[in-house]
């Protein structure tokens, strides 16, 4: 899943006063780098499974694995963790988490893991869009005309109107737009600690997951059992690195480096399922991606010179 969008929210902790992370620049980039490549694992790990399971029971392992680590992690502090100041926010930012993560396992399953991730990393820009509208942020002729210039690479990667057109390619789509209110919903209950959110998170996402699956539920093969297993952890353990490189380095310094998901997605994709993007799918993701820098750009300048 995207990271870029992580570093767009908590961007907005400069704006409203709260501590600066640490200047490790160097430590947060190989951090950020090894969580992208963690995450990216993750991704594949759930495509395998997707062949064999439905979606909401790899949802399930992924959010019951977190939590079970989280709540290890944490031990004695998990109760003092829980509490919140906006409680109610913290369960509609957790909804849209969860809602991002069915539409990309779902969608992976019949679509490439390059062309999903793809189409999810118009964060950045729906971000900045949402927070014009939303949030009350300015947003000026530039920055409307990156994220317009997004949608078009978008919409080269699904290819609407096309023989070649699969109408899975919409659900990453529809996931960008949640992930998007979950990072504006960040920026909302932001005085609560990050941990306070990450367990919401995790919560919410394995209570809801564990409602839906029995009606999903297949036996898992004991040749599965390792990749069950193993997403739960890599997605604990990417969030967790995540989190610690955004609190060592500048958010602004460390966010490009999100991209590099896109060339593990369209490896892993590669080695792993034998799928190799067309042409109209990597001119896409090239203009998103120019795109989604040019805004994170102008981001970077308005909180410089804010």
Do not use: C
Not at 193 to 207: D, I, P, Q
Request: aromatic share 10%; glycine share 10%.
């Amino acid at each position: 899943m995207p990271l870029l969008p992580r570093a767009l929210a908590l961007s907005g902790r400069e704006k409203v006063g709260l501590p600066r992370p640490g200047g490790d620049q160097t430590a947060g980039i190989v951090l950020l780098l090894a969580a992208i490549l963690t995450f990216t694992l993750m991704d594949a790990t759930a495509k395998y499974l997707t062949q064999f399971y439905h979606p909401v029971q790899v949802v399930w392992a992924r959010f019951a694995g977190n939590i079970v680590l989280v709540a290890l992690v944490l031990g004695p502090r998990l109760a003092a963790t829980m509490r919140s100041r906006q409680p109610g926010m913290q369960v509609a930012r957790a909804l849209t988490q969860v809602a991002s993560v069915v539409l990309f396992f779902t969608s992976i399953q019949f679509i490439g893991l390059a062309e999903a991730t793809a189409i999810m990393d118009l964060n950045p820009v729906l971000i900045t869009l949402g927070a014009a509208l939303f949030l009350g942020e300015s947003i000026g002729p530039r920055r409307i005309a990156g994220i317009a210039v997004a949608m078009i690479g978008a919409m080269l990667i699904i290819k609407p109107g096309a023989g070649v057109f699969q109408p899975a390619a919409l659900l990453p789509l529809i996931g960008a737009f949640t992930y998007a209110a979950g990072a504006l919903l960040t920026r909302v209950v932001r005085f609560d600690s990050t941990a306070t959110s990450v367990l919401w998170s995790a919560m919410v996402g394995t209570v809801l997951s564990s409602l839906a699956v029995p009606f999903f539920w297949i036996m898992p093969d004991a040749a599965h059992l390792w990749a069950f297993v193993i997403i739960g952890i890599l997605g604990a353990v990417s969030q967790a690195m995540l989190i610690r490189a955004f609190s060592l380095a500048e958010a602004g310094a460390i966010a490009p480096f999100g991209y590099t998901g896109l060339i593990w997605a369209g490896l892993w994709g590669w080695l792993l399922f034998g799928q190799i993007p067309d042409g109209f799918s990597l001119i896409g993701a090239a203009i998103i991606i120019i795109a989604g820098l040019y805004v994170w750009s102008r981001e970077a300048r308005m909180a410089r010179d804010g």
